[in-house]
């Protein structure tokens, strides 16, 4: 047996949701949940559709360094994990006030934790 190929794990333009229309969407639309330093709402895709995901940061996370910050690190979280969704989905993640000071680890945590609790990962 040969080895499967290894998923490229890009978060390029194409998997962002970029215009308020979208995140508008996701979040009428879609299913919510709130757990630890971060706030999911996502919408289904259909089958073979490429998962895409919005962050949203609000200033009373703090100043712009921290904002980014926050962002960075849920998308890096995203980034790493999204070749292991059951199915393809728009996803929303509001940063909450608890992810300053956080480290990668905590905020992939509280990620897979929410999605794990939403039944949207494999296994």
């Known amino acids: 047996m040969h080895a499967e190929t290894p ?4 978060l390029g333009r194409s998997s962002r949701l970029a215009q308020n229309r979208d995140f508008m969407r996701v979040r009428q639309n879609g299913q919510r949940l709130v757990l630890g330093c971060l706030i999911a709402n996502w919408n289904q895709l259909p089958e073979g559709a490429q998962p895409k995901l ?3 940061t609000s ?6 360094v921290e904002r980014n910050r926050a962002r960075r ?3 890096e979280s995203f980034r790493l994990h999204q070749h292991e969704f059951l199915q393809p ?5 509001v940063a909450r006030n608890s992810i300053a000071g956080k ?3 905590g905020v992939e945590k509280d990620f897979l934790a929410a999605l794990k609790r939403a039944s949207l990962l494999k296994n």
């Open 7 to 10: 998923k490229r794990l890009r």
């Open 54 to 56: 919005g962050v949203v």
């Open 59 to 64: 200033k009373k996370i703090g100043g712009a």
């Open 73 to 75: 690190l849920l998308r």
């Open 89 to 93: 989905i728009e996803l929303v993640l």
């Open 103 to 105: 480290t990668f680890a």
